[in-house]
């Protein structure tokens, strides 16, 4: 298993920075462990030893506690395990992590790729939240929120006052995430899984609470295709799969002609090889190259895809330039978009895209 650090900047348990940092190295060792607590606080245990985490004055039973008392974990007769709300820590931590990454004022952007009428102003309102338009701000709300926090005498408008107007939205969009997990996903050392999973788990965020209207669905493929639902996203991993990339663009179809509304896509997550297909129930599989019959037949697929106005962004996790030519080949078929990138800039890339939702291609 590989994990990637920041630098440990000392241990003060009186510092706020200090339990930071000790919850944000908890939590990434959770993605990676595919959210075992009692895994991860052995890698905390391990590390704590090796780098002087804790001592005397703050203990590894002390962070224990910390967490329980953070609601993020909780005590069983089978051990720790991590709780509804530590999941959606992780979630929130991770849109914050690729938001971060975002140009300013993308964030609420949600356009369709052809002209429409605007959204429609509804009369509920809700709590201001980094993107929305200020335009739509609700002045007397926002000013009886103040007035109820600090009193009429001293008034001042903070952050936390402030209420917009929700706004029908101009349309729903549907989405299907493709995660490869085949083995070539962590294969050297790389480990290309884990940016897959943050990607899943901020999309997840991202739709419930800003775009409740919209759909994700999520389907892993490795030999085969499966959907999973997005309760079990913190579990993801790579395991002994060829590539059937096939299988997945079908059952992204299948899930997306059954979903209302007039934007669906498909947003893939591969380092671009396929290397197997189902044919009379066998798995056919060729690891060596890249076979015809395996491409020809994922072609094909993207091709349908395309017949069905759904269009494919592909992620890309390599830079060998044959799988580059095939994902580009696929790209063009399907007319969608593709991103040559690494695993560190990815999910930038899937937000930038999902959100302004633009009729663009790279080459």
């Given at each position: 298993?590989?994990?990637?650090?920041?630098?440990?900047?000392?241990?003060?348990?009186?510092?706020?920075?200090?339990?930071?940092?000790?919850?944000?190295?908890?939590?990434?060792?959770?993605?990676?462990?595919?959210?075992?607590?009692?895994?991860?606080?052995?890698?905390?245990?391990?590390?704590?030893?090796?780098?002087?985490?804790?001592?005397?004055?703050?203990?590894?039973?002390?962070?224990?506690?910390?967490?329980?008392?953070?609601?993020?974990?909780?005590?069983?007769?089978?051990?720790?395990?991590?709780?509804?709300?530590?999941?959606?820590?992780?979630?929130?931590?991770?849109?914050?992590?690729?938001?971060?990454?975002?140009?300013?004022?993308?964030?609420?952007?949600?356009?369709?790729?052809?002209?429409?009428?605007?959204?429609?102003?509804?009369?509920?309102?809700?709590?201001?939240?980094?993107?929305?338009?200020?335009?739509?701000?609700?002045?007397?709300?926002?000013?009886?929120?103040?007035?109820?926090?600090?009193?009429?005498?001293?008034?001042?408008?903070?952050?936390?006052?402030?209420?917009?107007?929700?706004?029908?939205?101009?349309?729903?969009c549907a989405t299907v995430l493709l995660v490869d997990i085949s083995?070539?996903?962590?294969?050297?050392?790389?480990?290309?899984?884990?940016?897959?999973?943050?990607?899943?788990?901020?999309?997840?965020?991202?739709?419930?609470?800003?775009?409740?209207?919209?759909?994700?669905?999520?389907?892993?493929?490795?030999?085969?295709?499966?959907?999973?639902?997005?309760?079990?996203?913190?579990?993801?991993?790579?395991?002994?799969?060829?590539?059937?990339?096939?299988?997945?663009?079908?059952?992204?179809?299948?899930?997306?002609?059954?979903?209302?509304?007039?934007?669906?896509?498909?947003?893939?997550?591969?380092?671009?090889?396929?290397?197997?297909?189902?044919?009379?129930?066998?798995?056919?599989?060729?690891?060596?190259?890249?076979?015809?019959?395996?491409?020809?037949?994922?072609?094909?697929?993207?091709?349908?895809?395309?017949?069905?106005?759904?269009?494919?962004?592909?992620?890309?996790?390599?830079?060998?330039?044959?799988?580059?030519?095939?994902?580009?080949?696929?790209?063009?078929?399907n007319q969608g978009r593709i991103y040559e990138t690494d695993p560190?800039?990815?999910?930038?890339?899937?937000?930038?895209?999902?959100v302004r939702n633009r009729r663009k291609r790279l080459h």
């Amino acid at each position: 298993m590989r994990f990637d650090y920041t630098k440990w900047k000392g241990r003060n348990p009186g510092d706020e920075a200090f339990l930071k940092q000790l919850l944000d190295i908890y939590r990434n060792l959770l993605l990676q462990t595919g959210g075992d607590a009692d895994e991860a606080l052995r890698w905390m245990e391990h590390f704590g030893r090796e780098y002087g985490f804790f001592g005397e004055d703050f203990s590894l039973d002390d962070f224990k506690k910390l967490l329980e008392e953070s609601g993020e974990a909780r005590r069983t007769p089978r051990g720790f395990e991590m709780t509804p709300k530590g999941e959606r820590r992780i979630r929130q931590d991770s849109l914050n992590e690729i938001f971060s990454t975002l140009r300013a004022g993308a964030a609420g952007d949600h356009r369709t790729p052809v002209a429409g009428a605007g959204g429609e102003r509804l009369s509920e309102t809700r709590r201001w939240q980094f993107g929305d338009d200020l335009a739509n701000l609700d002045p007397l709300a926002s000013v009886n929120n103040a007035v109820k926090r600090g009193g009429i005498d001293e008034l001042s408008l903070a952050e936390d006052d402030l209420e917009v107007y929700e706004e029908e939205h101009l349309s729903a969009c549907a989405t299907v995430l493709l995660v490869d997990i085949s083995h070539s996903m962590v294969l050297y050392g790389e480990d290309r899984i884990t940016p897959a999973k943050k990607i899943a788990l901020a999309l997840s965020q991202l739709i419930q609470t800003r775009y409740p209207k919209d759909t994700l669905d999520v389907v892993l493929f490795g030999d085969d295709a499966v959907q999973v639902p997005l309760g079990e996203l913190m579990k993801i991993q790579a395991g002994p799969y060829h590539t059937n990339t096939k299988a997945g663009l079908q059952l992204a179809a299948r899930i997306l002609t059954g979903r209302k509304g007039v934007n669906k896509q498909v947003f893939m997550i591969t380092d671009g090889k396929p290397s197997a297909i189902r044919e009379f129930g066998r798995l056919y599989k060729n690891p060596f190259g890249l076979d015809p019959k395996i491409v020809n037949k994922t072609l094909e697929e993207a091709a349908y895809l395309r017949r069905k106005r759904i269009a494919i962004t592909t992620f890309m996790l390599a830079v060998d330039a044959p799988l580059l030519e095939f994902v580009r080949k696929l790209t063009e078929l399907n007319q969608g978009r593709i991103y040559e990138t690494d695993p560190q800039n990815v999910g930038a890339y899937v937000f930038r895209d999902f959100v302004r939702n633009r009729r663009k291609r790279l080459h």
